[in-house]
């Protein structure tokens, strides 16, 4: 056992290459800008759960990668996603962060556009004539927008394969939790934590980890997890139970409260490449996505879901068992939100230089197998190897 | 009987220097038997209030007896209240008070952020001549709370 030199500290891991990640990833800010590009603006990202939306015209705003989104249910019950910008002189059109409304009027011009993002007034609009400007060209950007499974998913790039093919039978696993009844998010937090968006998707991944978290080492045994992996970087675990009771003050969750096709007690994951994660604990489901806002910065939009017309017992029981893990009031997001940031004060300062992920349990257990995958996707579609990304 | 509107001050300011103290044990001693403590806040996403936080007396005391054992923010939080009005409240010897307060969160390295601002909507008792909390609802205006804490605002 000896500590390392400065030069020492600067050799990567003695491990393969795909076993470690560089330091680099988290911090440069060419290769944040690259991932807007090569990631967050050609992957299917979830941007809103249906139940947001339940009536004609009702809306979301959601700035993704700071690309700022307005979803919306047409008046023919599609659900359709713009660029919030005006066509006009570019101002940003909605700002409310959800509502109904039959037409979006600018705040600047009164420029005005319907439910489908056609532009449907221009007021003095005889000064154009001159020009020739056709206010049907004048629509609203659209993105490309599909429901699976109450969630609306979204695409930047009108050439990206389509959702199915991107998925690859990652969500066939929640088919019965998710498809079966409808469900509602109760709970909608954004938070900006000061991390590398990166540093929140490992701690969906990092099955090690749950020896950080009290509530886990006391309700939870992790050797029974099976990892399934998806072409596309899409992971799901399976396999694990929690004892609920074995934490001080809390109670088992009831077979009646259980969600469609689980059992009170299981825990399982879904992580979605690039920046999604689906977990279910028997009676309560919780969705994460992340929306980088710089390479030091990142939003966690975490929503907690539950049974569209529970009774309200039901629905209070049901965000008791919500709050107890989830939410920014609970014992176990916010000590991962801490991880992250613990992470990215000596990434981004360049003081730590790799982090290992070298556990191998035949993808079982506590597996370090979930980031490999997402570092393999990763390092595919940035044409970059995760462990050397700037070639140095 | 008049109400007694400088215990249910002094009741108010003592709760969040105990809580500041993390003085568990103090705050509980502040409360009733049948207390609720919600931190609730209204999301403008789902049109809906929203409950973060509901805890009776007993619930409470299991959850502040393992604060310990939790990886949390480091550093203090110190919470600045006003008393705005105080209300009587449906049943006899028992008021509402309604305060509004921001939480400010310290580093170790003695940096301070603001952590929260709300209200606070406390149900308040007389007790064999004490005054004690029955129901605090802490109504968030802030719902950006960074990487939270399950410490009570
Ligand atoms: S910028 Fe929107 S109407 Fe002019
Ligand atoms: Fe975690």
């Excluded at chain 1, 004048?138 to 979204?154: A, D, I, N, S």
């Excluded at chain 2, 709760?15 to 001693?29: H, N, P, V």
């Excluded at chain 2, 105080?86 to 952590?115: K, M, N």
């Amino acid at each position: 056992m000896a500590s390392r030199t400065a030069a020492q500290w600067q050799q990567p891991p003695a491990v393969p290459d795909t076993h470690y990640v560089s330091g680099n990833v988290y911090s440069d800010p060419q290769i944040f800008a690259e991932e807007r590009d090569k990631i967050f603006g050609r992957t299917w990202t979830i941007a809103a759960h249906e139940s947001e939306l339940p009536n004609p015209f009702d809306f979301r705003t959601y700035d993704y990668a700071n690309t700022p989104l307005v979803i919306v249910r047409g008046g023919d019950g599609r659900v359709r996603t713009f660029i919030n910008a005006c066509s006009h002189r570019g101002a940003k059109l909605v700002n409310e962060p959800g509502g109904n409304a039959k037409t979006f009027t600018c705040f600047y011009h009164f420029w005005s556009y319907n439910s489908e993002g056609a532009c449907v007034g221009i007021p003095k609009s005889e000064a154009y004539d001159q020009v020739g400007l056709d206010p049907s060209k004048c629509g609203l950007r659209e993105v490309r927008t599909e429901v699976r499974l109450g969630l609306v998913f979204v695409n930047l790039d009108d050439a990206a394969p389509g959702l199915d093919s991107f998925l690859s039978g990652a969500l066939d696993t929640f088919q019965s939790v998710m498809g079966t009844g409808e469900l509602e998010v109760f709970h909608f937090q954004r938070s900006v934590i000061r991390a590398n968006w990166k540093a929140w998707v490992e701690t969906n991944m990092d099955a090690y980890h749950t020896i950080m978290h009290v509530v886990l080492r006391k309700t939870q045994v992790d050797s029974t997890r099976v990892i399934t992996t998806y072409p596309g970087g899409h992971l799901s675990t399976d396999g694990v139970k929690a004892s609920y009771t074995n934490y001080k003050g809390w109670g088992d969750r009831s077979q009646a409260m259980a969600l469609p096709g689980s059992a009170p007690d299981d825990l399982r994951v879904g992580n979605l490449f690039p920046n999604s994660a689906i977990l279910i604990r028997g009676t309560v489901m919780r969705i994460d996505v992340l929306s980088p806002i710089s390479p030091h910065e990142t939003a966690v939009e975490s929503r907690g879901i539950g049974i569209k017309g529970d009774s309200d017992a039901n629905r209070l029981t049901r965000i008791k068992h919500h709050n107890q893990y989830w939410g920014p009031f609970s014992r176990n997001w916010p000590e991962d939100a801490y991880a992250a940031e613990a992470c990215e004060k000596t990434f981004s300062t360049g003081a730590a230089k790799y982090q290992i992920i070298a556990r191998e349990e035949n993808m079982r257990g506590q597996d370090d197998g979930m980031m490999r995958v997402f570092y393999a996707e990763w390092s595919r579609r940035m044409g970059r190897p995760a462990h050397n990304p700037l070639n140095r | 009987m008049s109400a007694p509107f400088e215990d249910i001050r002094a009741l108010i300011y003592r709760a969040s220097l105990t809580l500041d103290r993390e003085d568990w044990i103090g705050f509980l001693a502040l409360c009733a038997a049948d207390f609720r403590y919600l931190i609730t806040a209204y999301s403008p996403e789902l049109r809906k209030r929203m409950i973060w936080f509901d805890h009776d007396l007993e619930s409470l005391k299991a959850l502040l007896d393992m604060v310990p054992q939790h990886l949390r923010r480091h550093g203090t939080l110190l919470r600045h209240v006003s008393v705005g009005m105080i209300e009587p409240a449906g049943s006899p010897d028992c008021y509402t008070v309604t305060s509004t307060f921001q939480c400010l969160h310290t580093e170790l390295d003695g940096t301070t952020r603001l952590y929260a601002v709300g209200r606070y909507i406390d149900t308040v008792t007389m007790s064999d001549g004490r005054v004690l909390f029955l129901g605090r609802d802490t109504q968030l205006e802030t719902r950006d709370l960074g990487i939270g804490s399950h410490v009570p605002l």
